[in-house]
């Protein structure tokens, strides 16, 4: 080891001679080839690089491919799978689909249910998140005594464990001892408590409010970036100009915040979709259509006892396909931008 | 020259620790879903099972205790996949035996639940190993069909027997409301019991979590059994609902005239939590399990006969529907002989006698000696005795392939707050 690490030490000056390229030229081709081999800067980077690409090539990639593959067999229950690429197909996406498009307004499938549900929750918890998220930002930027706590306090659920959510959640939900229904009972507003959790009508929107609730300091987060990095003379030319605080906000600051927003949205709309664990925790493996999503499907079908594993991998292979269809654009605008 | 073969040295370095760190992480990352596995020997008892919560999990080192004194030479591994009715045990069961590491036991419930597994040709047959006639005999017969697959070979061993058709009650709430719970004799004789309640006293009539599924298939199962009669309840589970629409259709009503009666907070409760109500004088009623028993049992002041009572669900005297537990034998088994010795000793008169008064169940024997059960598991196993039906069920897996129970509970999930008959009836005639 000390012979090996004396040389390494060495004065500098020796090592750029060799760079330099003269003693190269004085050795012999065949020998030159391979050092230029073992010179060259793709050689030289491979170990910083190439163990890294290797498992997640493997491990992310790698088993998004095989999750597929699965998809086009018809695997199920305990027997191996085979892979035969003669009897690939895509009946499981069929039939998924053909349920889907069963469904009506009123009723469907469970199929039909969970994606609808999913593009529900996607939908309505991403657009009001961000707003909610984005008056908290306009409320916290005003050079108000203790921002520092309120961004904290607003930021602290996003912290916390869904388990950990979904259970108090769950409790507030109560209706007959639940803090919500209490406390609308308390401001005499007894005759709208409802059974939140439970009634079919409400199930689903009481999950995506709860969730809200957790996402929505995040967005002031990001919104709060935003705004701080609008220069002060926008402030002020706009107020010259005569602009009173609504229009300044809405014509001058919102516009600049639509960054801040499509990453925000980003985030936001591919936690929807893989909104697993606070259902899970809530509602178990069953939630019924009211409340059911892909994800939860998806889960079912595989662990549930039924040992459905074509038919899981191609719920999830949509859901993936779904969250590269969210990704893609903003990716796609990051990349011409230069951003990438 | 010295000098490059030092930078040869170092690159060497760094690539051969790279790759040495990519084939370490990978070698860790394929370990892991050995997780326990495959490190036992041939006289270790690899036991998966989900008994984790306070007496539940006792039990089950009672049986193991009693195990290892009676084959000194066996040691059992307590491999505890916790999860309630063991969410969480077929995934890592099913996982492992895919990668071919099944362990040497796992708990599962018989019957239906078998099917993956027997159609997947992963379970022994035990039917001469551990299944002599000794131990037939001690069987009923209803315990029997369910720990045979399709061709009448047993590849399960029951362990313990819950009763599902119990009606328990607040003996304080009911003597007030004047309501005699023996003279009920039919799913309606409850409904009329609970209305007098209901205008008697500011008790809820029915404690019952309608959270998740199960609960309300369960109730839903017993009135099924309480109006319409075993027969068409078997026959339901044999060959779905269509044949008998009128009877399944009007159980399905009986639990949502039922549903008036529940505690106002029935569809965000678990049903331990239902419970309490019962315990608390704030509900009459509750159906369910008799693993419910246990939490009238520790509550203190709260006595058998005294302050809570049980009969069975209305209409169902006589019928002994049961949830049991049992253990397979997986093939290939890491330790074969070892894992028919511990299927044997759970057959055996020892081990349930260890097992089930701290379970709260009765044994799966019928020959296990009475002395260590109190008084309400004595009455159960009387009423077992005496029992002339002892159907499966759909909610604990006994009844039904895993598939079909999968269905019934994403039906139940949905009537559980939309409360529509019809709607769960064309549910269910999907769900076969």
């Known amino acids: 080891m000390d012979t090996n690490q004396s040389p390494d030490s060495d004065p500098p000056t020796e090592t750029v001679s060799t760079d330099g390229g003269l003693p190269v030229e004085a050795t012999e081709s065949t020998e030159s080839t391979l050092q230029r081999w073992r010179r060259s800067e793709l050689v030289k980077s491979l170990p910083f690089w190439l163990p890294a690409t290797l498992l997640v090539g493997l491990f992310v990639y790698g088993a998004i491919g095989w999750n597929f593959i699965i998809s086009l067999t018809d695997w199920q229950g305990l027997r191996r799978v085979t892979y035969n690429p003669a009897e690939f197909d895509l009946d499981n996406y069929f039939e998924f689909f053909g349920k889907v498009a069963e469904g009506g307004l009123l009723g469907g499938p469970q199929e039909y249910w969970a994606f609808r549900n999913t593009f529900v929750l996607l939908i309505l918890f991403t657009v009001v998140a961000l707003i909610v998220g984005l008056l908290l930002a306009l409320l916290v930027d005003q050079k108000i005594r203790f921002e520092n706590s309120f961004r904290t306090v607003f930021l ?8 950990v959510t979904a259970v108090f959640w769950a409790w507030m939900y109560n209706p007959s001892s639940g803090m919500i229904n209490e406390g609308l009972r308390l401001v005499g507003l007894g005759a709208i408590t409802q059974n939140w959790i439970s009634d079919p009508q409400f199930k689903l929107f009481a999950v995506i409010f709860a969730l809200i609730w957790q996402f929505s300091g995040y967005c002031m987060v990001v919104y709060l970036a935003g705004l701080r990095a609008i220069p002060t003379d926008q402030y002020e030319a706009a107020k010259v100009d005569g602009a009173n605080t609504l229009k300044m906000y809405w014509r001058v600051i919102i516009p600049q915040l639509r960054a801040s927003t499509t990453s925000a949205a980003v985030v936001l709309m591919v936690f929807a979709l893989k909104a697993f664990d606070f259902l899970f925790v809530m509602f178990g493996t069953q939630p019924g259509r009211s409340a059911d999503i892909l994800a939860l499907m998806m889960y079912r079908e595989a662990f549930a006892g039924t040992a459905n594993w074509a038919y899981a991998s191609a719920i999830a292979t949509i859901l993936f396909v779904m969250a590269l269809g969210v990704i893609s654009p903003y990716l796609y605008r990051q990349y011409k931008r230069g951003a990438l | 020259m010295s000098d490059k073969h030092s930078q040869f040295s170092r690159r060497t370095v760094l690539k ?40 539940e999990s006792d039990a089950i080192q009672a049986l193991i205790e009693g195990f290892e004194s009676e084959y000194s030479d066996l040691s059992v591994n307590n491999n505890e996949a916790p999860g309630g009715a063991g969410s969480a045990l077929s995934t890592e069961i099913q ?110 009539p029915m404690a019952q979590s309608t959270q998740s599924a199960w609960t309300v298939l369960q109730l839903w199962e017993d009135v099924l059994v309480g109006e319409a009669g075993v027969e068409t309840y078997e026959a339901v589970l044999e060959s779905g609902v269509e044949e008998n629409e009128d009877a399944v259709r009007s159980a399905l009503q009986t639990v949502v005239d039922y549903r008036e009666y529940f505690n106002a907070d029935a569809g965000s409760v678990a049903w331990d939590e239902a419970n309490n109500d019962v315990i608390n004088g704030e509900a009459a009623f509750m159906h369910q399990g008799d693993w419910a028993a246990g939490q009238y049992e520790s509550s203190e002041g709260f006595d058998f006969e005294d302050s809570w009572d049980h009969v069975p669900f209305p209409g169902t005297e006589g019928v002994y529907h049961i949830v049991t537990d049992s253990f397979v034998k997986p093939e290939p088994n890491p330790s074969p002989d070892a894992t028919d010795a511990w299927l044997s000793y759970v057959g055996s008169v020892d081990g349930q006698e260890r097992f089930n008064p701290i379970k709260g169940s009765i044994p799966a024997r019928t020959d296990v000696p009475d002395d260590a059960f109190g008084p309400f598991l004595s009455r159960q196993r009387e009423d077992f005795d005496n029992s002339n039906a002892q159907p499966a069920t759909i909610a604990h897996g006994t009844g039904v392939s895993p598939q079909v129970k999968s269905n019934f509970e994403e039906a139940f999930a949905s009537f559980a707050g939309e409360w529509n008959v019809d709607r769960t009836y064309s549910d269910l005639t999907d769900a076969f």
């Not at chain 2, 370990?31 to 099972?49: I, R």
Request: net charge negative; hydrophobic share 35%.
């Open chain 2, 16 to 55: 051969t620790s790279g790759v040495a760190a990519a084939v370490g992480l990978a070698g860790c990352t394929g370990g892991d879903g050995g997780d326990g596995g495959g490190s036992g020997t041939e006289n270790e008892v690899e036991v998966v099972h989900w008994w984790t919560a306070g007496g």
């Open chain 2, 95 to 204: 996982d492992r035996v895919l990668q071919d590491n099944a362990p040497s036991t796992f708990q599962i419930w018989p019957g239906g639940s078998l099917q993956t597994y027997t159609e997947s040709d992963v379970l022994a047959d035990i039917s001469d190993s551990v299944w002599d006639s000794e131990m037939e005999d001690a069987y009923k017969e209803g315990v029997r069909d369910l720990s045979q697959d399709d061709n009448g070979n047993y590849v399960a061993v029951p362990l313990n027997i819950h009763r599902l058709n119990n009606l328990f009650y607040n003996v304080d709430v009911l003597d007030s409301a004047g309501v005699d719970p023996s003279t009920l004799s039919s799913p309606a004789d409850l409904l009329s019991a609970m209305e007098t309640i209901d205008a008697e006293t500011d008790a809820a």
């Open chain 1, 156 to 163: 602290l659920p996003m912290s916390l464990s869904f388990v």
